[in-house]
C-alpha cells in the first residue's frame, strides 16, 4: 500500500513539474525583444505639428535692425503683447529701451531672425538696450522673464499682458532691484445677456465657443478628469488688457450647481466646480509651470491648452486626491505566480528523485531474481501460521496464495515482474497478520532484514 501511495505522489510531482515548465516556457518570449541600446521609442516630433505656427512672417534681420533705429516700439504685424506703458514709465523708467515685438507662432529660422537683432552690427553703438517680445516671450540681453503665480500667467495668458515681464528684464539688465507687481486684469459680473447667451449653449451643447475662441471640439480626455459628471466647457478669445473681464466660471456655477465649469480667456484655463480649492492652483500652476515658455511664443489652440489642462487634473486625481479611491486593478495570479515556478518546478523535480530513491531503498531486491525474497516470506508464512487465530487467519491464507502464485512464475524478466507484484502483495498481507496476531517481530520489514532482502 505505501509503495502505491509513494508511486501515485511521484507520478503527481513528475505531472506538476511538467504543466509548469510548459507554463512558463510559453509565458516567455524570445524573438519580440529590442535589446538594441539607446534606441528611444520617443516619435519624433516635428515643428508645426500641434498647430503651433501661424501665417505670420517677420522682416530680415537687417531691415528690423533699421527699424528699431529709427522707433522706440515696432511692433510687427500679428504681434500680440500689450503692457501697461503708465506703470511702466512710473514704476521701472523705459528711458533707453527699445521695444521689438514680434508675433507668436514664427518658424525656427523667423525666431532666429528676431533674435539677431540685438547682435546685428548696426545695433554695436546703439543708445539704447533692446527688449524683444515673440508673442509674449520677453527677453532683453541674457534674460527672459517668465510669471511664477497664477496672477502672473492669468496677466499673459488671458490678456496677452507683458507688464510685469518687461518690468522683470529691464530691471535685471540694469542689475537693478525686484520691481513691484503690476495690477492685474480687473473682473465684473458678466451681464443678463452676456450670461443668457452662454447659458443657452451650455444647456443644449454643453458647450459655448465665442467669436474669436480656437477650441474647436471637446478632447477626448474629459472623462479622465471629470469622470463623475461631464463638465461644461466656455471658450472665449484674448481678452483686453485695459478692460474688465466678464467672471463667467462662478456665475455659471451658480448656475449651474454640482457641474464642474471650465472656462478658457484665450489660453488661460479658469474652473469653478467641485473640489477647486484640492487641485485647481497645483494643476494650473503645474500646467503653465512647464509649458509657458512655449505657450508664450508660438500660436497653439485652445484644444492643445485644454488638453493639456485636463491632463494634469487626471494625474492629479490618481494621485489620491478629489478624497476618491485610486482606479481598481484587476488581482492578475499569473503575473505574481510566474516567478515562483522555477521554484515550483525544482521543488517538483527533487520530490519525484526523493520519492524515486526511497522506493529503491525499499525494494533493493526488486532488480535480481524473487528467489531469496520468496524464501524469506515463505519462511515467516509457516512460522506465524502455528499463531494464527480466527481473525488473521483470511490474511495469512491469501499471503501463501501470493506465494504459491508467485513460486509459478517463469523465469524471464516479465515473469520476475510478475513475481515481485505477487509478493509485495503477499508482504502486506503478512504486515496485516502480524499486527492482528500482535507481534511486531513477525512483520516482513523486521523478519526479512537478515535475509538481506
Known sequence: ???????????????????????????????????????????????????????????????????????????????????????????????????????????????????????????????????????????????????????????????????????????????????????????????????????????????????????????????????????MIVALPQQARDRPIPDYAPALAERFPDTPVVVLYGNYVDYAGAHRDQFYEVATAGVYGMLGARLSRFDYPQDNVLYAWLNKVTDIRYAGLFDRPLPYQPFDPLKVTLPALPFVFAGCVLGVIILSVTALRRRPSHGRPPTVRLAALSALSVEVSGLTTEASNPSLTRAISHLD???????????????????????????????????????PRHYTAGWGV
Open 405 to 443: 502464485a508467485a513460486r509459478e512464475q517463469e523465469g524471464s524478466a516479465a515473469g520476475r515482474r510478475a513475481a515481485h507484484e505477487l509478493l509485495d502483495k503477499a508482504e502486506h498481507e503478512l504486515a496485516e497478520t502480524a499486527q492482528l496476531i500482535g507481534r511486531s517481530d513477525y512483520e
Open 1 to 231: 500500500m505505501a509503495d502505491r501511495i509513494l508511486g501515485i505522489a511521484r507520478w503527481a510531482l513528475a505531472g506538476v513539474a511538467i504543466l509548469v515548465a510548459v507554463v512558463f516556457l510559453f509565458q516567455q518570449r524570445q524573438g519580440d525583444i529590442d535589446v538594441s541600446y539607446g534606441g528611444s521609442p520617443s516619435v519624433d516630433y516635428k515643428e508645426g505639428d500641434a498647430g503651433e505656427l501661424s501665417d505670420h512672417t517677420v522682416p530680415t534681420t537687417e531691415e528690423m535692425a533699421r527699424q528699431v533705429q529709427a522707433e522706440p516700439v515696432v511692433r510687427l504685424p500679428g504681434a500680440t503683447a500689450t503692457w501697461d506703458r503708465q506703470w511702466l514709465r512710473e514704476h521701472v523708467g523705459t528711458t533707453g529701451v527699445r521695444l521689438l515685438l514680434a508675433p507668436p507662432g514664427l518658424d525656427k529660422q523667423e525666431r532666429e531672425r528676431v533674435s539677431a537683432v540685438a547682435e546685428d552690427p548696426a545695433m554695436a553703438d546703439a543708445p539704447f538696450e533692446l527688449v524683444t517680445a515673440v508673442g509674449t516671450n520677453v527677453r532683453g540681453g541674457p534674460y527672459t522673464a517668465e510669471p511664477d503665480d497664477l496672477d502672473g500667467f492669468q496677466r499673459q495668458f488671458a490678456a496677452n499682458d507683458v507688464t510685469g515681464l518687461l518690468a522683470a528684464v529691464i530691471t535685471g539688465m540694469r542689475d537693478g532691484d525686484d520691481p513691484p507687481s503690476p495690477p492685474g486684469p480687473t473682473w465684473r459680473e458678466p451681464s443678463p445677456a452676456e450670461l443668457d447667451a452662454v447659458t443657452a449653449d451650455l444647456e443644449r451643447y454643453r458647450l459655448h465657443v465665442a467669436d474669436g475662441a480656437t477650441l474647436s471640439r471637446v478632447p477626448d480626455n474629459v472623462g479622465n478628469a471629470f469622470p463623475d459628471t461631464e463638465p
